[in-house]
Structures are given as C-alpha cells and as structure tokens.
C-alpha cells in the first residue's frame, strides 16, 4: 500500500486556539515541510487565518495542501448552534478557494479532499471521564436525538461548499466509544458523512484500531495515526483529569515507541483496499513544541521501516 502521509497542528501542541503558548503556524508549516510532508489539516478553528491569499501563500511556499479543515466544538448545546455553522461556512469557504493547492485523487479513494473533520467537545463530565467507558455519562435517548439534529446540519451545510464531513470519534467527547460510534453509524446515514477513525483514540477508549478499521471499512474515508504511550496511559487513566491534560504528560507518543501494533493496522489497511489520506498525530503540551519535528519525522522513519510506502 502507498500512504499519502499528511500532518496536523496538534503534533505541534495546537488544539485550543486560545492557548497562548501556541506556535505560529507559520513555523508549524514550515516545520510539516521539513518533516517532508506533503499536506496538512488546518487545525482548530482560528489557528491558521481565514484569509485565501495569506494562507495559499504559506501552503506553497512550503510544497503543502489542505487535506482537511476542524469542527472542534460543542455540538450539543442549541446555544452554541449558530457558531458553529458560522465556523463551518468560513472554513468551508477557505477550503474550496481556487488559490489553494489541491491534493490528487488516488484510485479508489471514496471523496476528493480537503475533508471537514467534525468533532464534539466541550464537555467536563466525558472529558474528566476519557477511555473509562463503564462510568462516561450517556446522553438520554432525546439528548441525542438533538445532538444528531446539530450533527446533520452541520454535515448537511459542508456538503453544500462540495466537502466530504467525516465524524471523528475522539477521546473525551459524546462519540467517543464503542457503542457512541453504533449510534452514529445507525443514525447518520453515509450518503450525509462519513468517518475519520483515529488509531490513538480508538485504543485510548479501550477498542483494537486494527478491529474497528476493518469493521467500518465501509464507512471510512479518511485516518488518523497516533500512538499510546502505555505506562503514562494507565497513569493518567487513574488520574482525575482532562483528556489533553494526560496527553501533556505524554500519553501520546512517537509512532512506533508505544502500544499500537503498526504492522498489523498496514495488513488491515491493505485487506480492506484503503486508498485515501493518513494523517499522523501526538498530541501534546505546546510548551514542548521544540520536539514536535523530531517526533513527526521519527514516526516517519518507523512507519517506513515496518513496510509501509510513503
């Protein structure tokens, strides 16, 4: 198999945009470039501008496309609702301009990219609750029912700018384990999304990645690769903390140093004809940025050496 490798701003510690110990995401694109990746996700909402002239300048200059644009919000409060498509039509908008470069279609590949990856957040009582399953709240049967309301327009207004939405299961959110991404297969049919399934989070939250890509192989469009540091997993899982307090103590790690069976995810990948784009993740604190291109290009390097054709 070839993997189209991408990369993320969260390997630089960017997932609050708000966070003031961010790097500039001029110096994350050019660190991505020297990393040798060829594409990359544009992060949180607010990290990188919404402005096409500015942003296409960067990309090119760096030899890099958008592979995907974030919801990274809270979907479940009406509240919040209006926000939130506010968002998706600007990134939407910056996807699709004509001025950025494009990634190519592979043979086989379901949906042209830029993707829009959507993810709920904002929510102490799963936050706190992260990979524990057994004591994570639920929401009631109507909770849900306007969650997957909010969810299918926010679908249903990326798909009208012609981008694919992908629901990301994540760590700390309402889609999160095993039977929240049943919900979602069940109630989000796939002509409306399909999904982005995460390596990390899906070990994180007590599935086998290699399991799960094979069984929603149908509903796949995009991945996402990280690693679990094991020892500092079990830690934190003992802890009473927030889901990316953990990942500052380095629950995810280089790929290839940590839990995840890497040769068995690529012989999964290849049985189920995956054909589109990888991107690899590690979550971290941003004050410690200044290993993120070490660690994105060591995650390359094991990647490569386990037979993978990037």
């Not at 402005?51 to 296409?56: F, K, M, N, R, T």
């Not at 979907?75 to 968002?87: F, G, K, R, T």
């Not at 207004?157 to 095993?178: C, K, L, M, Q, T």
């Not at 086998?208 to 094979?214: E, F, G, I, V, Y």
């Amino acid at each position: 198999m070839t993997m189209n490798i991408c990369a993320a701003p969260c390997s630089w510690g960017v997932d609050d945009p708000n966070n003031p110990y961010l790097p500039p995401w001029k110096q994350v694109l050019a660190e991505a470039r020297q990393a040798g990746y060829r594409a990359i996700e544009l992060g949180p909402y607010g990290y990188l501008p919404i402005d096409a002239e500015e942003v296409s300048e960067e990309l090119r200059k760096n030899g890099l496309a958008i592979v995907a644009g974030t919801i990274f919000h809270d979907l479940i409060d009406p509240a919040n609702q209006e926000n939130v498509l506010h968002a998706v039509d600007d990134i939407c908008r910056l996807i699709t301009d004509p001025r950025l470069p494009k990634l190519p279609v592979h043979d086989g590949q379901k949906f042209p990219t830029p993707y829009m990856t959507i993810m709920d957040w904002g929510h102490d009582e799963r936050d706190y609750n992260a990979g524990h399953s057994d004591r994570a709240p639920r929401l009631s049967e109507e909770a849900w029912n306007h969650f997957m309301q909010h969810l299918r327009a926010v679908c249903e207004r990326a798909n009208a700018y012609g981008v694919r939405p992908v629901i990301h299961p994540h760590a700390g959110s309402y889609i999160e384990f095993a039977d929240d991404i049943e919900r979602i297969v069940r109630d989000i049919p796939y002509d409306l999304a399909g999904l982005v399934l995460d390596t990390g989070h899906l070990y994180y939250s007590g599935m086998d990645p290699a399991a799960w890509l094979r069984k929603y192989a149908d509903r796949l469009d995009y991945v996402h690769f990280k690693d679990v540091d094991q020892a500092v997993y079990e830690q934190v899982l003992g802890e009473h903390i927030r889901f990316f307090a953990g990942c500052g103590k380095g629950a995810m790690c280089p790929i290839g140093t940590g839990a995840l069976d890497y040769p068995a995810i690529k012989k999964t990948l290849e049985d189920i004809g995956y054909s589109g784009y990888i991107t690899i993740e590690q979550e971290r604190d941003p004050r410690n940025r200044e290993t993120s291109l070490r660690d994105v290009k060591a995650s390359v390097d094991y990647l490569r050496s386990v037979g993978y054709s990037i």
